[in-house]
């Protein structure tokens, strides 16, 4: 099982600052790599896959990169709306595997 | 509009078992794997189990192997998961997933007595 690694476990930011979150793969997972926001009592919403390209809708605040074992979310620009818990899904094998997520909280 | 509507939750009792089903819309269901993924009260999201597009690949996490069992009826556009021999630590919220883009809105599952 591969297992993903986030942090920091929470970020503590203020609007309109710059957010940068980590996930780590224990082993590569190339680029079948996706990141979702789940905000309170919301089931999760995709973001990002392919380690960087954005869904359908998703602002070009958020990007995503990196391959293999490590990749990084950044939000350039944070809004009131972006106060959430980001997730990394890596699905290059089975099981597919979380990482724990990262708490976004205003500042 | 993709719609995935989960039903079949609910309270029940250690050992018991539910069936949990998800209705698909607004996309091709037969060509999506279908996952499921649970969500403690509280907690992070645990995948717990996929069926590829024809139902003859199907994968489960160590801790549901042997009491879950994951299905799919192309036919009617319907994904189930069948949860027996439920323990307190199955009490989540369970999703069900198109690949990995689409999510449902979740059904409760708590097991207690």
Do not use: H
Not at chain 1, 45 to 60: E, H, K, M, Q
């Amino acid at each position: 099982e591969i297992v993903m690694t986030q942090s920091p476990a929470t970020l503590s930011v203020s609007p309109g600052e710059r957010a940068t979150l980590s996930c780590r793969a224990s082993q590569t997972v190339s680029s079948d790599l996706a990141w979702y926001q789940q905000k309170p009592g919301q089931a999760p919403r995709l973001l990002i896959y392919g380690a960087s390209t954005r869904a359908t809708g998703i602002p070009v605040r958020f990007s995503g990169s990196g391959s293999g074992t490590e990749f990084t979310l950044t939000i350039s620009s944070l809004q009131s709306e972006d106060f959430a818990v980001y997730y990394c899904l890596q699905y290059k094998n089975w099981p597919w595997t979380f990482g724990q997520g990262t708490r976004v909280e205003f500042k | 509009e993709v719609q995935l509507l989960e039903s079949g939750g609910g309270l029940v009792q250690p050992g018991g078992s539910l069936r949990l089903s998800c209705a698909a819309s607004g996309f091709t269901f037969s060509t999506y794997a279908m996952s499921w993924v649970r969500q403690a009260p509280g907690k992070g999201l645990e995948w717990v189990s996929v069926i590829n597009d024809s139902g003859s690949s199907i994968y489960y996490v160590d801790s549901v192997k042997g009491r879950f069992t994951i299905s799919r009826d192309n036919s009617k556009n319907t994904l189930y998961l069948q949860l027996n021999s439920l323990r307190a630590e199955d009490t989540a919220v369970y999703y069900c997933l198109a690949s990995f883009d689409y999510w449902g809105q979740g059904t409760l599952v708590s097991v207690s007595s």
